[in-house]
């Protein structure tokens, strides 16, 4: 009496369930370690491929199926590791190639499989292609590679169009030609020293395709692939006035209106630098590369920040990538309503091209969702946050992380998570300036505060010199206050603690099969509401995923048996106002 049996009408089916034997990648769980702040075995307060190493039984433990490592290659570091001087090589900072061949080695023992980061965009201005195009002559094949260009007006003193760096600033940068005189430019859509290649140069692709070989030669199981929607311009590198919308939501404007809801998207001017119809031929080379390889299936993730969904998608053709980050997902307000347009979407648009949807909430690039969600969320996503802006509440903050975590987790597909998500880190909100390296700081001169306050090391122990990152006392980053608290060794073993619950939702998910089950919206779903089933593959068990974003506490059908919930429920088992649970019914 009373089980909900029977709550869903074919209308409300959101997502079918995938094939109990579907391919790693349909419902992996990947964790993204960003290696200059996850472990540093040698005490320079930089983490190092060693420290990964040493670490790796933690992530079994945590039970995720593979992990995403931001860039080691030799870089020089102006863009944290995403400016590439050599793309076969580890940066000594990090370590050696035979330091990753360990660390791929010990992931795979451990039965993680191991995603690298490639950078197909641009290279560092210290590649050796980029410094031999600047000793090279204009027209020549060195300078082929790039996109170098003569400036406009009567002495070639104007940028050849209006594009600005995503970083802010212009995003073009003139060079100085071999007998002293202001020359050519050459485009940057991010750093002056990230300068972007020309793919429409065949020695581009096959340089590419072989780097792809190196990397799978060496074992690893795929590739996430950096502003895959950026590669090629469009013809002509016509001007552009409209809103750039890389990463930044705001657009180097913190007042900005809120960007565009779902759908609306479509009527904007496209971009010329974003999202070209060249970029598909790419990666349906890669595809076939990989799929050519002997072993076992790699995958091509795409960081695209394309809008609409449908859009998207299509990076995620048959033929083409495997996964593309969910970053509507990521983006979405903490409301219903939102929430159910884009779960809506994100299935409808996936599901037509049979591709999993890849939930993600935090990353390297955008405030931590631990300080996100406690945030006015009437507001647009803000780029980083300094001492003198508005706080986030951090309270409310970790209370709708967890839930939304729990979220993201009890729906079917692939879901990434970001190091120290898992201890419910925040926001490093009070850096002071002068620790700040991302370049997006400089550049806009401290009117964006950018990224670094994500990317601050992680605290494993609270009583140990830089809480236990490394051996040392320095972090590249100073670690907040807070974070002691939140050290791993706090919350191991502790009934409540963000990182238990990371832990036991992750083991369900994985018996359960939620990542391959199917979803449809349950009656108690509403304008305060999020409320799916997602039922097993073989549909023996039903999950029913609740989170209440309302005032009032939320009961659950009668039956319903709680096994996952973000915090206490009410005396009589309702689910309070930003809680999440997981029960069966
Ligand atoms: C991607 C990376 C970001 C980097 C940019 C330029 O968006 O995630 O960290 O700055 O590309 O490579």
Redesign the pocket.
């Known amino acids: 009496m009373g089980r909900v049996t029977q709550t869903t009408t074919d209308a409300a089916v959101l997502h079918p369930a995938s094939p109990v034997d579907a391919p790693w990648w349909h419902d992996a769980v990947i964790y993204q370690i960003y290696p200059r702040s996850w472990a540093d075995s040698d005490g320079d307060g930089v983490g190092d491929l060693p420290g990964i190493t040493a670490r790796l039984p933690y992530l079994r433990e945590l039970g995720v199926d593979a992990i995403w490592l931001s860039p080691f290659y030799v870089s020089p570091m102006h863009?944290a590791g995403?400016d590439v001087a050599d793309y076969r090589n580890i940066d000594p900072v990090f370590g050696s190639l035979g330091d990753a061949d360990t660390l791929i080695a010990t992931a795979h023992d451990l039965g993680i499989k191991v995603i690298v980061d490639l950078?197909p965009n641009?290279s560092s201005s210290e590649h050796e292609w980029f410094r031999a195009a600047l000793a090279a002559a204009p027209g020549s094949p060195e300078r082929g590679r790039y996109m170098f260009r003569e400036g406009k007006g009567e002495d070639g003193s104007e940028p050849p169009n209006n594009w600005p760096s995503v970083f802010g600033g212009a995003g073009w940068t003139r060079v100085v030609e071999a007998d002293g005189t202001p020359g050519q430019w050459y485009l940057h859509l991010?750093d002056t020293t990230?300068p972007d290649y020309d793919w429409t140069n065949p020695e581009v692709g096959d340089e590419f395709v072989s780097i792809l070989s190196f990397w799978c030669d060496r074992g690893v199981d795929g590739f996430r692939v950096?502003?895959a929607n950026a590669l090629v311009k469009e013809e002509g590198l016509p001007d552009f006035d409209g809103p750039l919308q890389a990463?930044d939501a705001t657009d180097h404007n913190p007042e900005a209106a809120l960007p565009p809801a779902h759908g609306e998207e479509a009527d904007q001017p496209r971009a010329p630098m974003w999202d070209q119809e060249g970029v598909h031929e790419i990666y349906r080379r890669w595809r076939a590369t990989l799929e050519a390889m002997p072993g076992p299936e790699r995958i091509l993730c795409a960081?695209a920040w394309v809008k609409p969904g449908s859009r998207l998608a299509r990076y995620v053709r048959e033929d083409e990538m495997h996964q593309a980050f969910n970053f509507d997902f990521l983006d979405t307000h903490w409301d219903a309503t939102q929430l159910h347009d884009v779960i809506e979407a994100s299935y409808r648009d996936n599901d037509a091209v049979g591709a999993p949807t890849t939930w993600v909430l935090s990353n390297?690039?955008v405030v931590r969702h631990a300080s996100r969600l406690g945030l006015d969320q009437s507001l647009p996503r803000p780029n980083g946050i300094a001492a003198d802006q508005p706080q986030p509440d951090a309270e409310l903050g970790l209370r709708r992380a967890r839930a939304a975590t729990m979220l993201m987790l009890g729906l079917p597909g692939s879901a990434y998570i970001y190091q120290g998500e898992e201890l419910g880190l925040p926001e490093s909100t009070d850096m002071p300036d002068e620790f700040r390296q991302d370049p997006t700081f400089a550049r806009t001169r401290g009117k964006e505060t950018g990224r670094d306050g994500c990317r601050v090391p992680m605290p494993w122990v609270r009583d140990a010199p830089s809480l236990g990152f490394g051996p040392g006392d320095g972090t590249w980053l100073p670690q907040p206050e807070s974070y002691g608290r939140l050290a791993v060794d706090q919350q191991e073993g502790v009934a409540g603690s963000t990182l238990e619950l990371y832990r036991s939702m992750l083991a369900a998910r994985r018996v359960d099969r939620l990542g391959l089950g199917s979803a449809s919206w349950h009656e108690l779903s509403d304008d305060d509401v999020v409320a799916f089933v997602n039922a097993s593959p073989d549909g023996s068990r039903r999950t029913l995923v609740l989170v209440n974003l309302g005032t009032e506490a939320v009961e659950l059908p009668e039956g319903a048996t709680v096994t996952h919930q973000s915090e206490e429920l009410t005396g009589d088992g309702r689910v309070p106002t930003d809680v999440a649970v997981w029960a069966r019914i």
Do not use: L, R
């Open positions: 863009d995403y950078v641009h991010f990230q950096d502003v990463f960081e390297h690039d």
